[in-house]
């Protein structure tokens, strides 16, 4: 009987749409960008960018990064207004995707987000949501523009 069962589980599972393969698959780089982006390891954050031009939009201005070096501009005015303003400390959380459609290789998966840091010393959040646009590879995802969509920090 177990045996049975577990034929027919795995059946089931072969039978499901291959887009939940393709889903998990897609939200690697962007769970490895953000991890990378925690601890502060740049290189391992832009090991999960696609060659070519990206375009990231971000509350911090100037608001939007285009091009081959997008991902690289972004970082140093992230961290050039974090020295000049009192910011440390941030990090970023993402839940699961709350949508993710994949049309051959080409992606798009939205992932609510949580932004924390602290400003002069004072714990802040942002609670948004990060939307990504990504290109498939023969080897792997990866990232080829995200935004980020959210309110006005406030005190945590």
Request: no cysteine.
């Amino acid at each position: 009987m177990r045996t049975l069962i577990g034929t027919i589980l795995l059946a089931a599972m072969a039978a499901a749409p291959v887009t939940a393969a393709e889903d998990q698959s897609v939200s690697t780089p962007i769970r490895q960008f953000v991890d990378a982006f925690n601890k502060g390891d740049l290189k391992a954050a832009l090991a999960n960018y696609a060659t070519g031009d990206i375009a990231i939009i971000d509350d911090l201005a100037p608001h939007l990064w285009v091009g081959a070096k997008a991902a690289q501009a972004w970082a140093a005015d992230l961290a050039k207004a974090g020295a000049a303003n009192g910011i440390t400390e941030g990090a970023v959380k993402i839940g699961a995707p709350t949508r993710t459609e994949v049309e051959g290789n080409v992606a798009y998966v939205i992932v609510p987000s949580r932004y924390t840091f602290k400003d002069h010393g004072k714990a802040m959040t942002e609670e948004g949501q990060m939307t990504f646009a990504l290109k498939g590879g023969a080897k792997a995802w990866k990232i080829s523009g995200w935004t980020w969509t959210g309110p006005v920090p406030h005190g945590r």
